[in-house]
């Protein structure tokens, strides 16, 4: 059946899967996508969502890159929110609340309809090793599989073991079987594993809730995409719906604790801090009588609602009783119990920056697999992982973003250099650049690289290309265009700023505070200029961030730059640590375990002081 050799074997077709096998294929390589079941490719393990604090930013990296999570995400919304508005443009994040069942469908049809891309249904049992190189997988059918590279992108799935209250039972999502043998044989070989958890609320029948008792969550007035191409913007959206517990809730909950395989001992492997389950909730915030709980609606066509906030293991009955008590779900109908999930993952610092893994070469991991949380995490590590397959193979230069080009950056060094030991979730918080990583300027940042590797197609780098020159135009209007007196300062007296005795360039009255793109438009040159030039809403918000954030933007611009000095000193993968004497004995051990590519690597290794990278320094400088 598979006399031909693949260039890549993606196995798993979840959100990394998905994105890798895609990626790999548009740059050229053949590639067959090995999955467990053809029928859940793009499946939402979880909640019907995309996007959301700074996972927005991800998706719109991905898409900039010429990925399709934008996309597909764009094509099966229900509702779309811009996050944070209230905020500054760098903590601005989209997230759409998708049709789960069309989010899948997408994926499968885009899948279908990429070349170089073949499907195969089975499981995958271990890997073909020789020599310290992946050659390819063999199948629970016991068929092999020859390929040059392999990712693998397995999530939830290996060794998965499902609890709900005191029944535990194999799975790598409900309904699904678990993955063995890929865990067992890289250990053999060496690898490090580890366990993690993460849960899931329950599944209701929309028809039996109350909508009347719970507070209206609209989408957007104005709702935007995911998507720099032009995708179609929500005509029509779906409400969500916003509910409580209550102290009755939580005692009904508290009466299951002892059947609890979170505090039983069942469970003991770490879950994400930042999306506690329900149980964990009321336990670790005991001052709290009452926590929010959204009512999502699962897609267009279906009764289906998923019950954010209401995570948990705990015994279904309990399920059921504590929800029944919750304001509008006086009568609800159970689809199915939530339930916590225990997998295999491998610790992240045994990958380089491509994703390869250091032990076996032109093997890659990407996705939960690696510790991390999360859809977009998943599929932005699975894009990373295919291209950099890809380019290996054409012996092309790796693929690798700095910490101040992308959020994928940022979460790729973090895994590789600092681990993780509880699952790993993106925030904005973490990128020390937020400034320069903004979801509205993605694809300034990161189309062009696309479009060089092959990715991004010849559409997005003219439109791209379009929005930058209009919008630095409009900056250079403002700039040199001077106001007169009595026309702006109605215009600033509207909002409250101080009048002005003289005139001066525009630039300067749209640098204060509360003086915003819509008080702009009201002066006539620029109402000409912007109708004259047919600018687009785009182009107006970009100019405004432009001159807005010029400061914090050119601050951020020079640390990254400094930065990039250290990023510039490479260290050799085989550098002897040793005989550096003047290294703590601390960051001798974690620099030989993660053998930093740079020394702006290894200086944010934990434990790696300032004083051990001027060691560093100086020797390497010689
Ligand atoms: P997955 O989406 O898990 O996909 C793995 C794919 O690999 C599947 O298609 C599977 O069939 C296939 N596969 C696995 N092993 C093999 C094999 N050996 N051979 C062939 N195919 C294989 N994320 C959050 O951000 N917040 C949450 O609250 C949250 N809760 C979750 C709750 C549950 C119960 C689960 C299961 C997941 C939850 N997630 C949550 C995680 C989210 O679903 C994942 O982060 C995301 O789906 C990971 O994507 P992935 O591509 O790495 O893996």
Same mark, same amino acid.
């Given at each position: 059946?598979?006399?031909?050799?693949?260039?890549?074997?993606?196995?798993?077709?979840g *959100?990394?899967?998905?994105?890798?096998?895609?990626?790999?294929?548009?740059?050229?390589?053949? !590639?067959? /996508?090995?999955?467990m079941?053809?029928q !859940?490719?793009?499946?939402?393990?979880c909640?019907?969502?995309?996007?959301g604090?700074?996972?927005?930013?991800?998706v719109?990296?991905?898409d900039a890159?010429g990925?399709?999570?934008?996309?597909i995400?764009?094509?099966?919304a229900i509702?779309?929110?811009?996050?944070?508005k209230?905020?500054?443009p760098?903590?601005w994040?989209?997230?759409?609340q998708s049709?789960r069942? #069309?989010?899948?469908?997408?994926w499968?049809l885009a899948l279908?309809r990429t070349?170089n891309?073949d499907f195969y249904?089975?499981?995958?049992?271990?890997?073909?090793?020789?020599?310290?190189?992946?050659?390819g997988?063999?199948?629970?059918?016991?068929?092999?599989?020859?390929?040059?590279?392999v990712?693998?992108t397995?999530?939830t799935?290996?060794n &998965?073991?499902? *609890?709900?209250?005191?029944?535990q039972?194999?799975?790598g999502?409900? &309904?699904e079987?678990a993955?063995?043998?890929?865990?067992?044989?890289?250990?053999?070989?060496?690898?490090?594993s580890?366990r993690?958890?993460t &849960?899931?609320?329950?599944?209701?029948?929309? %028809?039996?809730l109350d909508?009347?008792?719970?507070i209206?969550?609209?989408?957007?007035?104005?709702?935007g995409?995911?998507?720099?191409?032009?995708?179609d913007v929500?005509?029509?959206?779906r409400d969500?719906?916003? !509910?409580?517990t209550?102290?009755?809730?939580?005692?009904?909950l508290?009466?299951g604790?002892d059947?609890?395989p979170m505090?039983?001992g069942?469970?003991?492997?770490?879950?994400?801090?930042?999306?506690?389950?329900?149980e964990?909730?009321?336990?670790r915030f005991?001052?709290k009588?009452r926590?929010q709980?959204?009512v999502?609606?699962?897609?267009?066509? !279906?009764?289906?609602?998923?019950? @954010?906030?209401?995570?948990?293991?705990l015994p279904?009955?309990v399920?059921?009783r504590?929800?029944?008590?919750?304001?509008?779900f006086?009568?609800?109908k159970?689809?199915?119990?939530?339930y916590?999930i225990?997998?295999d993952?491998?610790?992240p610092?045994?990958?380089?920056?491509t994703?390869?893994?250091?032990?076996?070469?032109?093997?890659y991991f990407?996705?939960?697999?690696?510790g991390?949380?999360g859809?977009?995490e998943?599929?932005?590590?699975?894009l990373m992982?295919g291209i @950099?397959a890809h380019?290996k193979?054409?012996?092309?230069e790796?693929?690798?973003?700095?910490?101040?080009?992308?959020?994928?950056?940022?979460?790729i060094d973090? +895994?590789?250099?600092k681990?993780t030991e509880?699952?790993y979730r993106?925030?904005?918080?973490r990128?020390e650049? %937020?400034?320069?990583?903004?979801?509205?300027?993605?694809?300034?940042?990161l189309? $062009?690289?696309?479009y060089?590797l092959?990715?991004?197609? $010849?559409e997005? /780098?003219?439109?791209?290309?379009?929005?930058?020159?209009e919008?630095?135009?409009?900056v250079?209007?403002?700039?040199k265009?001077s106001?007169?007196?009595?026309?702006? @300062?109605?215009?600033?007296?509207?909002?409250?700023s101080?009048k002005?005795?003289?005139?001066?360039?525009l630039?300067?009255?749209?640098?204060?505070p509360?003086i915003?793109m819509d008080q702009?438009?009201?002066v006539?040159?620029?109402?000409d200029?912007?109708?004259g *030039?047919k600018?687009?809403?785009e182009?107006l918000?970009?100019?405004e961030?432009?001159?807005?954030y010029s400061?914090?933007i050119?601050?951020?611009?020079? @640390?990254?730059?400094? +930065?990039? %000095?250290l990023?510039?000193?490479?260290i050799?993968e085989?550098?002897?640590y040793?005989?550096?004497?003047?290294l703590?004995?601390?960051?001798?051990e974690?620099? $030989?375990?993660?053998?930093p590519a740079? /020394?702006?690597?290894a200086?944010?290794?934990?434990?790696?002081?300032?004083?051990d990278?001027?060691? /560093?320094?100086?020797?390497?400088? #010689?």
């Amino acid at each position: 059946m598979f006399s031909e050799e693949y260039d890549i074997i993606v196995v798993g077709g979840g *959100h990394a899967g998905c994105e890798a096998a895609a990626a790999a294929a548009n740059m050229g390589s053949k !590639t067959l /996508l090995v999955t467990m079941n053809l029928q !859940t490719i793009g499946q939402m393990s979880c909640n019907p969502a995309m996007g959301g604090i700074a996972k927005g930013q991800i998706v719109r990296e991905i898409d900039a890159l010429g990925g399709y999570s934008g996309i597909i995400t764009d094509k099966s919304a229900i509702q779309f929110k811009m996050l944070n508005k209230s905020k500054g443009p760098a903590m601005w994040s989209p997230r759409a609340q998708s049709d789960r069942m #069309r989010f899948a469908e997408e994926w499968r049809l885009a899948l279908e309809r990429t070349k170089n891309l073949d499907f195969y249904q089975e499981m995958v049992r271990g890997l073909l090793v020789k020599k310290d190189r992946v050659v390819g997988v063999r199948t629970s059918l016991g068929l092999d599989i020859f390929a040059r590279a392999v990712v693998l992108t397995n999530g939830t799935f290996l060794n &998965g073991l499902i *609890h709900i209250g005191d029944k535990q039972f194999g799975g790598g999502r409900a &309904g699904e079987k678990a993955a063995t043998g890929i865990t067992e044989q890289l250990e053999e070989i060496g690898f490090e594993s580890g366990r993690m958890k993460t &849960g899931t609320p329950p599944r209701v029948d929309g %028809r039996s809730l109350d909508y009347s008792k719970m507070i209206v969550q609209p989408g957007d007035a104005d709702p935007g995409c995911f998507s720099f191409l032009s995708t179609d913007v929500l005509k029509q959206q779906r409400d969500c719906h916003m !509910t409580y517990t209550s102290e009755e809730v939580h005692e009904l909950l508290r009466e299951g604790f002892d059947r609890s395989p979170m505090f039983n001992g069942r469970i003991k492997s770490i879950g994400p801090r930042y999306c506690p389950s329900i149980e964990d909730k009321i336990h670790r915030f005991k001052d709290k009588d009452r926590h929010q709980i959204f009512v999502e609606p699962e897609g267009w066509d !279906t009764v289906e609602v998923y019950v @954010n906030g209401f995570s948990t293991s705990l015994p279904e009955d309990v399920q059921f009783r504590a929800l029944k008590s919750v304001a509008g779900f006086e009568k609800v109908k159970f689809f199915r119990p939530g339930y916590a999930i225990e997998y295999d993952y491998f610790p992240p610092t045994q990958l380089k920056h491509t994703l390869e893994t250091k032990l076996i070469s032109n093997l890659y991991f990407a996705g939960q697999i690696n510790g991390t949380t999360g859809y977009e995490e998943a599929a932005c590590q699975g894009l990373m992982a295919g291209i @950099n397959a890809h380019l290996k193979l054409k012996e092309k230069e790796a693929f690798i973003l700095r910490r101040d080009e992308a959020y994928i950056g940022v979460l790729i060094d973090d +895994l590789i250099t600092k681990g993780t030991e509880e699952p790993y979730r993106m925030f904005t918080s973490r990128a020390e650049y %937020r400034t320069l990583l903004r979801q509205d300027n993605a694809d300034l940042r990161l189309t $062009e690289i696309g479009y060089k590797l092959g990715l991004a197609g $010849e559409e997005r /780098l003219k439109k791209v290309e379009k929005k930058q020159k209009e919008s630095e135009d409009l900056v250079g209007f403002f700039k040199k265009t001077s106001f007169n007196p009595n026309e702006i @300062n109605p215009i600033l007296e509207s909002v409250g700023s101080q009048k002005v005795s003289q005139g001066d360039k525009l630039y300067k009255v749209f640098a204060r505070p509360r003086i915003g793109m819509d008080q702009m438009l009201k002066v006539q040159d620029v109402a000409d200029y912007v109708s004259g *030039h047919k600018l687009g809403a785009e182009v107006l918000e970009q100019a405004e961030i432009e001159v807005k954030y010029s400061g914090y933007i050119a601050k951020e611009k020079t @640390n990254a730059d400094k +930065l990039q %000095r250290l990023e510039n000193i490479k260290i050799p993968e085989n550098f002897n640590y040793r005989k550096l004497a003047s290294l703590s004995y601390e960051a001798r051990e974690k620099l $030989e375990a993660i053998r930093p590519a740079t /020394l702006s690597q290894a200086s944010r290794i934990s434990g790696v002081s300032p004083s051990d990278i001027s060691v /560093l320094l100086v020797y390497l400088g #010689r």
